[in-house]
């Protein structure tokens, strides 16, 4: 759950300031929690007391040993590839000559140096910008199904998709107009009490604040008093860190994001990409351009994975020898079936072991593609980490996808692993309260709260997200791989899974409830937390199976 979601459910601002110009807030905002490290996710809890990976201890344990490098993929919305902490660990396909418009290694994909963009087109053009599955889906099918009935129709099997296909368009139209509509009035808000602001600290109409600025503001006026309250309410939300232009770009995105709901443009993939994303064939599409300005997550999550160690900037990843594979395929709004599985498939190919993949929607219309494209990288020995999602549901009872309960009825696919999202402090807060769980389907939870990583253009982001847990956790499974080469993928999932110590008798908050407390080993298979130290510990016990 987003910051603008958790506001909806709780507002603190008067619909006097949402009417008008002045920022009348209705109660005096909490005081801020203190500030977190920028890498406690990688921290101890018994020696520095946050409930991060003891990565510290993991390369201790370590010491003396030497490592080979990994090839670890993100399938995501792209990368910076010259944000300084990344660039010097990217890919490079080694049979590709950059530049001269040829597919010189014959993989199909012309110019693909650190890796491919599947939502890329012509003339440096990009489709980042989509709507959600079933809107998608909603729109192809209502044509056929729209005035028929289950009587009626006489395909039974796609009907009964269909009618799944129309509960979950009609629950997301209502559900993103109604937040449309109040962030709309949110962002004229933001506005208005960001020039009070800025006026009150003399600052340029282009100038920027932080929490610890408001402490300069000293007027007894009304409104600026109230604008205060307005900004310090939002900083402590998003963080002491972050800025008014950061809180602003990204209400803008999800703006945007909900208005592709209502206001679909559902020609963009034919207009941009040019290939049909509902008939799987062999012919190629998208592009090697791979930052667009929707890089910001998938850098994010790359420097996690293995952004640079020790250069005195940014920050340490994981794992400290990757080469990280960059594939653009999650657009803002959700991504096409098709491009995932041509996506993991790439990967593979190309010699990646661990893949990381920070998405998930409500419908699969060709699961059974993405389903083959898994057993494809499990017949390879390629670990997939995915982000369990960020709705605070029992995926057990309502699954999101991509999964690996199979259409043809396997399931618990031994290469996927699935990571849902904890905090930085032991006790009833541990699991994140956005985070998707599941006893059966959610295999392991790892930091995901408030946790920092690099962005795009040489900035920083510190954000939630099971999809930073996800990297974490993938930067650990390349970690092993680097120290211990012969692992296979089965193995490095069991070996994350079993040193994951379950947190028995710890009573949390059930994702989702300020009021319900469940015990945090029922959120997932494991029961605990990922930790780098005692996966390395086991690993170094374990006799490697890995075949190629």
Not at 318 to 346: H, Q
Not at 513 to 538: C, H, M, Q, R
Request: hydrophobic share 35%; net charge neutral.
């Amino acid at each position: 759950m987003n910051i603008y979601a958790k506001y909806l459910l709780s507002c603190t601002i008067s619909s006097a300031l949402l009417a008008g110009a002045q920022a009348n807030a209705q109660t005096a905002p909490k005081p801020a929690e203190p500030e977190l490290p920028k890498n406690w996710h990688a921290m101890d809890l018994k020696t520095q007391g946050y409930f991060g990976i003891s990565l510290n201890k993991a390369y201790l344990a370590l010491k003396g040993k030497k490592s080979k490098p990994v090839v670890i993929a993100t399938i995501d919305s792209g990368i910076d590839t010259a944000q300084a902490d990344l660039k010097a660990v990217l890919w490079k396909n080694p049979k590709e000559i950059p530049g001269n418009g040829k597919d010189d290694d014959g993989n199909g994909y012309i110019d693909d140096i650190h890796g491919w963009n599947f939502l890329g087109g012509p003339g440096g053009k990009c489709d980042f910008t989509e709507t959600t599955e079933e809107v998608r889906e909603y729109n192809r099918l209502k044509g056929k199904y729209l005035q028929l009935t289950e009587a009626t129709a006489p395909d039974k099997k796609e009907f009964a998709y269909w009618q799944t296909v129309r509960t979950t368009y009609d629950s997301t139209l209502t559900k993103s107009s109604s937040e449309s509509k109040q962030l709309s009035q949110m962002m004229n808000v933001l506005m208005i009490t960001s020039g009070y602001v800025k006026k009150g600290l003399n600052l340029p109409a282009n100038g920027t604040f932080k929490l610890a600025d408001l402490d300069r503001l000293k007027s007894a006026n009304d409104t600026l008093a109230q604008s205060k309250n307005v900004w310090t309410y939002f900083f402590t939300e998003e963080g002491p860190t972050s800025t008014n232009d950061k809180i602003i770009k990204e209400l803008s995105e999800y703006l945007t994001k909900l208005n592709n709901d209502i206001n679909p443009d559902l020609e963009a993939r034919q207009r941009i990409v040019g290939d049909d994303p509902n008939v799987w064939d062999t012919k190629p599409y998208g592009s090697g351009l791979l930052k667009f300005d929707d890089a910001s997550h998938g850098t994010g999550v790359a420097g996690l994975m293995g952004a640079v160690h020790g250069n005195k900037y940014g920050i340490d990843g994981v794992a400290d020898n990757v080469r990280i594979m960059a594939i653009k395929a999650v657009p803002n709004g959700d991504e096409y079936d098709k491009d995932i599985a041509k996506a993991i498939r790439y990967a593979v190919d190309n010699g990646a072991k661990v893949v990381n993949m920070s998405f998930g929607k409500k419908i699969s219309p060709h699961k059974k593609w993405v389903d083959d494209a898994i057993k494809y990288a499990g017949e390879h020995d390629v670990l997939l980490v995915q982000a369990s999602g960020n709705d605070h549901l029992d995926v057990d009872v309502k699954p999101e996808f991509p999964n690996d309960m199979f259409e043809d009825g396997t399931t618990d696919a031994d290469n996927l692993l699935s990571v849902g999202a904890s905090s930085a402090r032991k006790g009833e807060k541990l699991a994140g309260d956005f985070s998707n769980y599941g006893k059966n389907n959610v295999d392991v939870f790892a930091p995901g709260v408030k946790v920092t990583s690099v962005d795009k253009d040489a900035e920083f982001n510190t954000a939630d997200g099971t999809s930073f847990a996800s990297p974490i956790t993938a930067g650990v499974a390349a970690l092993l791989l680097e120290y211990y080469p012969d692992l296979s993928a089965k193995q490095l999932k069991q070996i994350i899974m079993q040193s994951a110590k379950p947190l028995t008798g710890t009573m949390v908050f059930k994702p989702g409830s300020t009021t319900e407390k469940v015990d945090f080993t029922t959120l997932s298979k494991s029961g605990g937390i990922v930790n780098a130290y005692e996966s390395v510990i086991l690993a170094g016990k374990v006799k490697g199976e890995r075949k190629r």
